[in-house]
């Protein structure tokens, strides 16, 4: 049940950050960082994604592969809910599967997956976390 939980979470997560980012546009002062915001949020799941394999192996790589699928996902969500040219929300699967958009997602992606990637690399899983644990103990 864990490990269904760790690889189910991307799907929820990364559209929770979608939302977020777009919640945190609709104020005007914040619009100019927002997409900082959102790439940093996006790459800081990946690489908390990555330390928290529950897997013995030296990598996770069906995780790795989950990211983008994850980021994808959520590009197809909020395209198919998008706004429409009078400002109401429309059901448009003709928007949501425009290949441009998924286009310009991709380095993103593909960015997310390499982190997830290293990160779910068993020694630097072990480095960081006997890092983060040393420092409890100390206390």
């Known amino acids: ?9 991307p799907f ?6 979608f939302l977020i980012a ?3 546009e609709n104020a005007e002062i914040l619009k100019p960082i927002v997409p900082y915001f959102m790439f940093a ?19 996770d790589c069906v995780m790795a592969a989950l990211v983008p699928f994850s980021v994808f996902f959520a ?19 003709h928007h949501a599967l425009n290949i441009e958009y998924y286009r310009s997602w991709l380095p993103i992606a593909l960015a997310m997956m390499a982190i997830t990637f290293v990160f779910s690399f068993k020694p630097i899983r072990q480095f960081i976390k006997n890092k983060i644990f040393a420092k409890h103990s100390e206390k």
């Open 75 to 93: 590009l197809f969500l909020a395209l198919l809910f998008d706004e429409g040219c009078d400002g109401m929300p429309q059901f448009s699967l």
């Open 41 to 59: 949020l996006l790459f800081l799941y990946a690489v908390v994604i990555g330390m928290l394999s529950p897997l013995k192996v030296k990598f």
């Open 22 to 24: 777009t919640l945190l």
């Open 1 to 9: 049940m864990k490990k269904t939980a760790y690889y189910l979470s």
């Open 12 to 17: 929820v997560i990364v559209p929770i950050i």
